[in-house]
């Protein structure tokens, strides 16, 4: 239906009018007729205004929108298949008419400058600020933006454009607020006063391709780069959204930056795993690796022999950042640190539920050059002297990651700075038998010496040998996704500095989670406890497990890897068919809460009842993990006396291994969730028991 409605945005129906008072408090009511004709009205005004328009290029944007062409393109992309074919269709008829009249404008503002007299140049320039403005408003005046409580939100989430089912429209005439066009010009006021006393130079810029820099050799001293981040982003395609309006607005002013239909594709370096596009290249990990690599290497040639590189790069997956590495040093660089710098926000889109970098990790590097900028090859590596020096670099700077509040995901790829600066001041390193040694084999190594180093730290000094490879992969996932848990971590040691104590305080523990949660249900979202398999891979195989020997705690699904929640391994613990996780905030007399696990429990206790008719318990777990899972779902279902029994009476509080664990996995668990309460309630029993 909304296929042949070409997304439904020329009938969609207004349901409500949100209105502001003076205070900033919001009010609702239901459309009223001259809200029905003023929308009535500019669909009219668009069709007129559109029919004698005389411009270049239409005045709605008639440019088709990208189409789903593949996994990469429908996970960016799903527009098209709504019948959203052209961009004109993501607009209801006000929202094109503004923006297509703001545009109109920015024309205008630029004659009139010229007209009294001021110069070509200013002109341009604040036909360009001013389109700046308008453009970004486009992102909140379309039929896929949206509204929440805090207001306007954009059409984008995360690296994405998805269709939305219903939708806000947005004033662009509103003073001051976001998705007025009034606000986004404010925006680019701003950053014009804050920079004017620190730009004393003029600057020069240049469009080019990143292979071909338009720069003498070793002719600068420092170079940034941002390069495209693998597979995560459409870059090209997503700024068509933007494109067709800045085209319309300035596209006479700067035909040369405006001379495609759409922004240019051909040449973009990304991963994609969409079949190519008619005639295009297959954007596989092949071309990513030799475009990125032939870029840094023309980017080496522009920097003297002396001069320094970062490379700033974001990617949650191992592949993109062994795509990248492989690029950099086969391009003659030497890395030589690594630094996480907080460049996203949590609470963006992504980042909601999802286990992504909290920090863009800059990469600084060095030419492999000799002074007179020739490259070095003469330098061979002995493997066995870096494979010696790898574990005690790694040792040397995760310590101070910690100290700095830099932990999981971020810190693993923050090591990998000095782990490089060992490979890649070689021309290339060999083997004994003479065999060249690649940067994905050394990759394995970082990974396991990573792994191995934030497993000692996980544990506090003790031997994490002594654990069974499902609690060392356990600990060492939940660190992983411990990103940006600054806050975490400070609950965490307050717990730890608590689990002594008595029940009474471990119950003011779960006020204190519920309070610093805004007393919500909590409900794992899916994608919880995820990373994508091969980096569940590389971290398993760094610590000496098998995934494939581990199906009880973890899943593969796809390319993606969950560790299970610990509800969802009832059944693998006590040998039942199901046990859903009690749900929101633990109360002593919750029946509902208790049904799941108590009856669940109850059935275990009779299977396993003596001939006396004493009830006994379910078999101890085969592990310490499995045992600590026990105690937590004990706990979470109320049953303490089954849980003094199961520590007491089957001995298993007397291993010194299953309150370590348990206190490693108190810090671990994020804060706010079922896990984090249920082990913090098995700790502050162990006084009590006499442990």
């Known amino acids: 239906q909304l296929r042949r409605k070409r997304g439904g945005t020329r009938d969609a129906r207004m349901v409500a009018v949100i209105t502001l008072d003076e205070h900033g408090g919001r009010h609702f009511r239901l459309p009223e007729e001259a809200d029905l004709e003023a929308a009535r009205q500019a669909a009219r005004d668009l069709e007129r205004i559109a029919s004698e328009h005389t411009g270049p290029w239409p005045f709605v944007p008639n440019e088709p929108t990208p189409e789903c062409r593949g996994p990469g393109a429908s996970r960016a992309f799903s527009l098209h298949r709504y019948g959203i074919e052209q961009w004109s269709d993501a607009y209801l008829p006000r929202q094109a008419l503004a923006l297509g009249t703001f545009c109109r404008l920015v024309g205008e503002v630029r004659e ?25 408003t486009a992102p909140i005046a379309s039929a896929v933006s949206w509204c929440d409580k805090n207001g306007m939100r954009t059409a984008f989430l995360g690296s994405g454009l998805p269709m939305k089912a219903d939708f806000a429209e947005a004033n662009p005439l509103m003073p001051k607020l976001v998705g007025g066009v009034e606000y986004a010009l404010g925006l680019v006021i701003a950053f014009l006063d804050r920079e004017r006393a620190a730009i004393q130079k003029e600057g020069s810029v240049a469009r080019s391709s990143a292979t071909t820099i338009p720069l003498p050799d070793d002719s600068v001293a420092y170079l940034v780069s941002d390069p495209p981040y693998y597979d995560a982003v459409p870059y090209a395609a997503l700024s068509d959204f933007c494109y067709v309006w800045l085209k319309r607005a300035v596209g006479q002013i700067h035909p040369d930056l405006f001379a495609t239909e759409l922004t240019p594709k051909a040449e973009e370096c990304i991963m994609d795993p969409g079949p190519p596009a008619e005639g295009g290249v297959n954007k596989d990990r092949e071309y990513f690796e030799t475009t990125m690599e032939a870029a840094l290497a023309d980017a080496r040639r522009t920097l003297k022999p002396d001069g320094v590189g970062a490379v700033i790069f974001a990617h949650k997956g191992t592949a993109g950042w062994e795509a990248l590495l492989n690029a950099l040093v086969n391009a003659g660089w030497t890395v030589t640190g690594s630094w996480p710098i907080d460049t996203e926000r949590a609470s963006r889109m992504r980042a909601k539920d999802s286990a992504v970098l909290a920090s863009s990790v800059h990469l600084v590097c060095r030419p492999r050059e000799n002074p007179d900028g020739s490259l070095r090859t003469a330098e061979v590596g002995d493997w066995r002297e870096v494979l010696a020096e790898l574990p005690r670099r790694v040792h040397e700077w995760m310590p101070r990651l910690a100290r700095e509040g830099i932990v999981g995901a971020d810190a693993i790829f923050a090591c990998l700075g000095p782990a490089l600066e060992i490979f890649s001041r070689y021309a290339r390193v060999e083997k004994a038998s003479g065999e060249q040694v690649s940067l994905r084999e050394y990759l ?11 497993l000692r730290m996980v544990f506090e000094g003790a031997d994490a040998s002594g654990f069974e490879e499902d609690a060392r992969l356990t600990a060492m996932w939940l660190w992983t996704l411990s990103t940006n848990a600054e806050g975490g971590r400070r609950k965490a040691e307050r717990i730890r500095q608590k689990s002594e104590g008595t029940r009474r305080e471990a119950e003011e523990d779960e006020e204190e989670a519920d309070e610093e949660t805004g007393g919500r249900s909590f409900r794992l979202p899916t994608s919880a406890f995820c990373l994508e398999y091969d980096t569940a891979r590389k971290i398993a195989q760094g610590l000496g497990a098998h995934l494939e020997s581990l199906t009880s705690v973890m899943a593969v699904e796809g390319e993606t890897a969950r560790l299970l929640p610990v509800a969802e391994r009832t059944k693998a613990l006590f040998g039942k068919d199901e046990a859903a996780a009690p749900r929101g905030k633990r109360k002593k007399k919750d029946r509902q809460m208790k049904m799941s696990f108590a009856e669940q429990l109850e059935q275990a206790e009779a299977e396993t009842e003596t001939g006396r008719g004493e009830k006994g318990m379910p078999k101890v777990g085969r592990t310490t993990l499995d045992r600590v899972h026990q105690a937590m779902i004990l706990f979470a279902a109320g049953r303490s006396e089954a849980l003094r029994r199961f520590l007491v009476e089957e001995g298993v509080g007397r291993d010194g291994r299953f309150w370590t664990l348990a206190q490693a996995l108190s810090a671990l ?22 442990f």
């Open 669 to 690: 668990y994020p804060p706010g969730t079922g896990e984090k309460r249920w082990v913090d309630g098995v700790l502050a029993r162990k006084k009590g028991l006499g």
């Open 444 to 454: 394995e190594h970082v990974w396991a010496a990573v792994s191995q180093e934030a």
């Open 112 to 136: 009139e400058i010229l007209k009294a007299g001021g110069e070509p140049g200013f002109a341009s320039a604040v036909g360009l600020c001013i389109a700046l403005a308008v453009t970004n």
